[in-house]
């Protein structure tokens, strides 16, 4: 299969230092091939493809002429690109609306998660697996059907990074409480790496005051990655510096050790990690573009708009080009001593209810498949 051929190049060259020359033919090359593919097995892709006229994709030669779709016509419509054969089915968190994206994974599909997912982990974490200590209750075998929660189906994808996973919560009762002798470990155990949700480890470990005699000590060169839960942080007027400041005082970890992940469930394996108070890093193997929220036109770098986002890896449902509803802006773009594009965009808080209409809200009709 050329298209998966394709992937698996883009895949085996290294995340950062792929000059930007080699990543634009390379991924553009794919999106071409993404584009054929979903509109042959995907039939309510090819309606919505020709009902606006969208050029031939042999024709694409920019990032900004690539088709998108909204990511929450997920919530409304079950899109699948493959016929039989063995899959999953995982669904995002939900929202204030309680709808739900629903995303099938093919064995394919699944394989090039595992893949990106893996190459940037090793760049955060080094290659080497680590002892992860997680900040979540064990999961029972009945969590693992057919239709994962995010949350666990999220979790349970960079472990594939780990040696060894120990789990930091306990239930009792109704109540996650912290396993006080499990985090006690970490004071020993210094090649290891705390992952979580945000909220969670806001809850758990930093505005816990149980936890002052066993935090980590002296020897600090574990890493923390966590990732969502922004929404409540915000409710509670928790920025990401104030966070970011609250985890380096309560845990006595370096800020170059604290990675916030951005990512969501219509993307699985495609991430944006931000380092200590930075901004989210594009790699090689995915591409941003900040859009007016009006016009939807490609604005300069700095301003602010709606974020679309181009990832090599979906085979079994077209969801290589999304438009969501955070609003960002791109922060850094330059070119480092590879050639390779050095982007970094900033993520600002969701639209809130005075401005509930999402993306999906703004597009007109004509975008939604």
């Not at 697996?129 to 349970?156: C, H, L």
Request: charged share 25%; with cysteine.
């Amino acid at each position: 299969m050329i298209l998966n051929d394709k992937i698996n190049d883009l895949l085996s060259c290294d995340p950062f230092k792929l000059s930007f020359s080699q990543k634009k033919e390379k991924l553009i090359d794919i999106i071409k091939l993404q584009i054929q593919h979903h509109m042959k097995n995907c039939k309510a892709y090819k309606i919505w493809y020709d009902e606006n006229s969208y050029f031939s994709p042999k024709n694409i030669s920019n990032f900004n002429e690539i088709p998108f779709i909204p990511s929450s016509v997920f919530k409304y419509m079950d899109l699948k690109s493959y016929g039989g054969g063995k899959s999953k089915t995982i669904r995002s968190s939900g929202s204030s609306t309680n709808l739900r994206s629903k995303i099938n994974i093919d064995v394919s599909t699944s394989i090039n998660q595992r893949k990106s997912l893996s190459k940037l982990l090793a760049h955060i974490l080094g290659k080497s697996r680590k002892t992860f200590y997680v900040i979540d209750a064990e999961p029972s075998s009945k969590s693992y059907s057919s239709e994962i929660n995010a949350r666990v189906a999220g979790m349970q994808g960079y472990m594939i990074a780990a040696k060894s996973v120990k789990y930091l919560l306990i239930k009792k009762g109704e109540k996650l409480i912290l396993n006080k002798k499990v985090f006690s470990n970490l004071a020993s155990d210094n090649d290891s790496v705390i992952i979580g949700y945000t909220f969670m480890i806001w809850k758990h470990l930093i505005d816990n005051q149980s936890i002052n005699d066993v935090k980590k000590k002296s020897n600090n060169d574990y890493r923390l990655i966590h990732f969502g839960g922004w929404k409540k942080l915000s409710n509670l007027r928790i920025s990401k510096k104030h966070f970011t400041k609250a985890v380096i005082n309560r845990l006595n970890i370096k800020s170059t050790n604290i990675f916030d992940i951005y990512g969501f469930t219509e993307q699985l394996g495609t991430i944006y990690p931000s380092n200590g108070f930075g901004d989210c890093k594009v790699s090689a193997f995915s591409q941003v573009i900040v859009r007016d929220v009006n016009t939807l036109k490609v604005l300069p770098d700095g301003e602010s708009g709606f974020l679309q986002f181009i990832s090599p890896l979906p085979l079994s449902y077209p969801g290589f080009s999304l438009i969501n509803d955070d609003l960002g802006k791109i922060s850094k773009r330059i070119t480092g001593k590879f050639g390779q594009e050095e982007l970094e965009f900033e993520v600002f808080p969701r639209l809130n209810k005075a401005v509930s209409r999402g993306c999906g809200d703004t597009l007109p009709e004509n975008y939604y498949i």
